[in-house]
């Protein structure tokens, strides 16, 4: 009786063996499908994050370039508003005012 209940030990151990490793296999078999799920997502996503920064740059663009114009502008401002004499301007407004040289 021994070796008859030494073989069903064995084939019951075999048999709980298998049912553990074909529980592994299913749960690592559906983590991958979650996992490979995720990723595709994931690369979604980039290409998503990949056209916002483009636009963000274009935008950033856009914004420098309004930037330098108005440099620009107050550069000039700044010229022409050193460029002018008050006295003068003053003079002129006066009716028969005369400018002095």
Known sequence: MNSKSGQ??????AGIM???LIKLMYDMSTSM?????????????????KTSMGKMNESIQRIEVSMRGMGRA?????????????VD?????????????
């Open 33 to 49: 499908s979650e996992m490979t799920r995720h990723v595709g997502s994931m690369s979604g996503d980039v290409a998503e994050m």
């Open 89 to 101: 301007m003053m003079q002129q407004s006066v009716p028969g005012g005369q400018r002095r040289r």
């Open 74 to 86: 107050i550069t000039q401002g700044s010229e022409q508003f050193q460029q002018w004499n008050p």
């Open 18 to 20: 298998m049912l553990v």
């Open 8 to 13: 069903i030990a064995i084939i019951l151990g």
